[in-house]
């Protein structure tokens, strides 16, 4: 049962989402908080909203609605109180534990905190997670984008996201040189920069439980570990290692690796565990595409991966993601705030769109993610697209923000 009652839509009572023994527990009306974003943000959220409620009304007869509560920061935080990032609104996230939020403008100088590295440090939002396949009718790259159907799992609180970094020539780093080169007689030339790359089995077996525990539930055939083992023995290696032995510990029954299953037939139904090297799968994806599901991945190799397959399916600009933890989640857009475009109704709202499908889905409203699915393809077939899609459609009709959300709706089913 939801834990508090509080808010009100159309008549509805809201209700907090709450996650108990690895499961949400999502009442009829939840509260989901949302922050709308900086410079277009306002445009895409306004018309991402109007899809959602559109669809949940659609999917469920009138008998679930989401109580939308906005929390702020970015800019509009900081024109209102003077705090890019009020303490509240992590309290407010923390609370309802599932969040959806636009682009924000990263301010420039120093001091200020991001809301996405001060999200994934509190809320340990471990994983990113970037599902990308081609929507019908999107100009792509490659010859046959629909092959490319992935899910990638990316690592997203180690490795480069540690952010242990010493400018060349600071007392830290030549201070690590020295210490290095006294105690383990390390060659590092004077003056360098030194990064450190934390990579822990704690960190690594979690990011890939989750990635196989989807790939269980959503019938994926095989789960792919990305590294770089062959010269990072130990931090890549070892992701590779400890991402067979938890499979094998925790998912015997349900998991093959790429070496047994082409032994044994019957393991078909299983999912497939194997691994690439990184820069190997890079190639992979373009050439042999459709031999790829669920990814996972440490941090920067999922951070090069992710973009590089969104190019592919030509949905850079479409590409929607999560950061997801133990029972808390932040869904956002992927591109930044366009201020160019900021107020016109004019940019494409479908990132945020995308990430509300994968929000509804982890959820359990399946249903709803998969009617406005249908509905972004409907839109895009009917060629009344924003002005990023129109200038690569032959014979479509340039639409605005608002009007792209409303052939959305139409073809919601
Ligand atoms: P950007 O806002 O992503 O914009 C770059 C270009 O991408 C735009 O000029 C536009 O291309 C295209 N674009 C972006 N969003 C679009 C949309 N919804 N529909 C259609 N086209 C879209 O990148 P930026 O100019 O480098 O960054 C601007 C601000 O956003 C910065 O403050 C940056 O730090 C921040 N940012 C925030 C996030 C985040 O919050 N997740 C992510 C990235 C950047 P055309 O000019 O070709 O039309």
């Known amino acids: 049962m939801p834990t508090q009652l509080e808010g009100r839509r159309g008549g509805a009572v809201g209700a907090k989402i709450d996650y108990r023994d690895g499961h949400w527990i999502v009442p009829d009306h939840p509260i989901i908080p949302f922050i709308e974003g900086d410079g277009t943000g306002p445009d895409i959220w306004r018309a991402a909203a109007k899809v959602f409620d559109a669809a949940v009304a659609r999917t469920s007869g009138g008998k679930r609605s989401v109580v939308w509560r906005e929390i702020l920061a970015g800019e509009k935080s900081f024109n209102q109180s003077g705090d890019w990032l009020p303490e509240e609104t992590l309290g407010v996230i923390r609370e309802h534990r599932v969040a959806i939020k636009g682009p924000l403008t990263t301010p420039v100088g ?93 960190g690594s077996q979690r990011l890939i439980v989750k990635a196989i525990q989807y790939a269980i539930k959503r019938r994926r055939p095989s789960v792919t570990l990305v590294h770089k083992g062959n010269i990072m023995k130990f931090t890549e290696g070892g992701f590779r290692d400890w991402g067979y032995e938890v499979a094998k510990e925790r998912f015997a029954e349900q998991t093959v690796t790429e070496a047994e299953g082409a032994k044994r037939k019957e393991d078909v139904s299983k999912v497939m565990i194997k691994d690439r090297i990184a820069d190997a799968m890079f190639q992979q994806l373009v050439l042999r595409p459709d031999e790829y599901s669920v990814i996972a991945a440490p941090n920067l190799n999922g951070d090069y991966l992710s973009d590089a397959a969104a190019a592919q399916v030509g949905g850079l600009g479409l590409a929607p993601g999560g950061n997801v933890g133990d029972g808390y989640a932040v869904y956002e857009a992927t591109h930044g705030t366009a201020p160019k475009y900021a107020g016109q109704d004019k940019v494409n709202p479908s990132s945020v769109i995308l990430s509300g499908v994968m929000m509804f889905e982890e959820l359990g409203w399946e249903d709803v993610g998969r009617a406005i699915v249908r509905g972004l393809e409907g839109a895009i077939a009917s060629k009344h697209v924003t002005y990023d899609l129109a200038r690569q459609l032959p014979g479509a009709t340039e639409v605005s923000t608002s009007a792209f959300a409303d052939a959305i709706i139409e073809h919601l089913s």
């Open 110 to 202: 120093g001091g200020i905190r991001s809301l996405n590295v001060a999200l994934r440090q509190v809320l340990d939002l471990y994983a990113c997670i970037r599902p990308v396949r081609h929507i019908a009718g999107v100009p792509a790259p490659v010859k046959q984008p629909a092959k490319l159907d992935i899910v990638i799992f990316r690592e997203n609180i180690e490795d480069v996201y540690a952010g242990i970094e010493y400018k060349a020539g600071s007392p830290e780093a030549d201070a690590l040189i020295e210490f290095l080169q006294r105690r383990f007689g390390a060659k590092i030339r004077a003056g360098s920069a030194i990064g450190i790359k934390p990579m822990s089995k704690f």
